[in-house]
């Protein structure tokens, strides 16, 4: 990827719903988590395709609060990878200029991971190249489940008044707080959901659907799909002249 390969009027913060790494491991005659190790690599790539693409924000979906339905071995396989992966990649994180940070809920993770992650956001802190946000233990409706609750609670505590709940208040407590709405979210795989993914902050944004499955979703075909948001109308509800 070269520089002038920014695209005009390209999506600013890009959510990707990484799906398929079980199925690519299949067709291979290989464990899933073979897939999981392929699509870790991808991450990487994608990651490092988003300065020249004008990507600021790239949020990814790396474990959902429903993925504890998987098998022991996929879920402790996958707890691994995230551990080896932060261990592995945090100094060229650091050095490419990648700010690191983790929404969902911490509390089921196991204490060595929620480790590594505060210590990987703590490290990336002063970056400000590409803002990479790795959701583990996510799920949308968990996400606003916590928010409403800490909301009822600075309610209750007098901290907050019940005339100043609104979208705007509630938006604040949200994981995401810090963070621009998604304009594009991609899910690879062929699967046209939304898998409880970013549900707020998704209202105005663009959706793409592609078929390739996540380890092949290589940066030129990332390219290709910010390519099409690119000459897309957003509208935001209005009409415009
Ligand atoms: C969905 O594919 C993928 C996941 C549940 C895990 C996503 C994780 C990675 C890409 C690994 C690395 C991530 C980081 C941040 C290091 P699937 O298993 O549901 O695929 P299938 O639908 O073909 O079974």
Redesign the pocket.
Known sequence: MAADDRIEGGPRHVAC??????????KRGRP?LF??????R??KEIVRACPDLGVRYLT?????TE?WK?TQS?VSG?MK??R???QR?ARDLLAEGVRVRFIGDRVRLDAKLVRLMDELELLTSGNDRVHLT?A?NYGGRDELGRATKRMAQEVAEGKLSPRDVDETTLARFLDTHVLPDPDLVIRT?G?ARISNFLLWQSAYAEYEFVDT???DFCPEEFARVLRLYGARDRRFGAVLA
Not at 17 to 26: K, L, P, Q, S, Y
């Open positions: 719903i990484m799906d398929g790494n079980g199925r690519w491991a299949t899933r897939g999981h190790h392929a699509g870790a991808r991450v990814i979906f790396a474990f959902s993925n998987r996929e996958l990878l995230f080896r992966y932060i990649e790795i583990l795989s699967e499955l996540w380890p």
